[in-house]
């Protein structure tokens, strides 16, 4: 069965302290990873896609990386307004429907 | 660009009471379409998905129905609410199994 499974749940930063997101997942011929930003009361945003093995994507202090088993979201130097839920999704090989399996996502917060 | 539309943004509704929760989308034609259900601290739930109109395969068996009368619109809806139909719901387009989704702003569901 195809599976998500985000770690931590909960991540504290200090404004300026570095950290990642690990995004596990299991699935039977990976057709994209996704990286999704989601405030509190609204719909989820979207990141970035990753594809292979070895394949990484930045967006100002975000960098997503990508391994046959995992993906990693890497903050650099976070600011407050990082703070939110980052959702991790895959899309397996054999869908022709497109549809997603969702993480549970790690709800980031950063104090100033 | 491609849009999507959700309302309304919040509801309030009695057990026992029909829902019908609407979905519109812009600039794009013939997307796969997806109903998702966010319940608190949990992780999406894909609900139902339609790759064309009047095609709706549903994924849970619930207490919900979907439907697309038209290529860019999809409905969510219920006959009798029940308490556990509480939730954020998501609407969201694809353009196909090589791309991402668009969410809508969602629609924070409860029954009272």
């Known amino acids: 069965e195809d599976q998500v499974t985000q770690s931590p749940e909960a991540l504290r930063l200090q404004e300026g302290e570095s950290s990642s997101l690990n995004c596990s997942y299991t699935?039977?011929?990976?057709?994209?990873l996704f990286w999704y930003r989601q405030d509190p009361g609204k719909g989820p945003e979207f990141l970035f896609t990753?594809?292979?093995a070895g394949e990484e994507k930045e967006k100002e202090r975000l960098k997503a990386t990508l391994t046959k088993k995992e993906s990693f979201l890497h903050i650099t130097a976070p600011k407050p307004e990082d703070s939110a839920t980052y959702l991790c999704?895959?899309?397996?090989?054999?869908?022709?429907?497109?549809?997603?399996?969702f993480g549970q996502g790690t709800t980031l917060q950063v104090k100033p | 660009s491609q849009t999507i539309h959700q309302w309304p943004a919040t509801l309030v509704q009695p057990v026992g009471s029909p829902l019908s929760l609407e979905c519109t989308v812009e600039?794009?034609?013939?997307?796969?379409l997806y109903w998702y259900r966010q319940a608190a601290g949990r992780g999406l739930q894909l609900l139902f998905y339609?790759?064309?109109?009047?095609?709706i395969s549903s994924e849970v068996p619930q207490n919900l129905s979907a439907s697309r009368p038209q290529d860019r619109q999809f409905i969510l809806s219920s006959k009798k609410l029940l308490l556990s139909d509480s939730g954020f719901y998501l609407c969201?387009?694809?353009?196909?199994?090589?791309?991402?989704?668009?969410f809508g702003s969602g629609t924070r569901l409860t029954v009272v």
């Open positions: 999704a895959v899309r397996e090989g054999s869908s022709n429907t497109g549809k997603l399996i």
């Open positions: 699935v039977s011929g990976l057709r994209g």
């Open positions: 990753l594809y292979s």
């Open positions: 600039g794009t034609s013939n997307p796969n």
């Open positions: 339609s790759v064309g109109i009047g095609q």
């Open positions: 969201a387009l694809s353009k196909g199994v090589n791309y991402g989704y668009t």
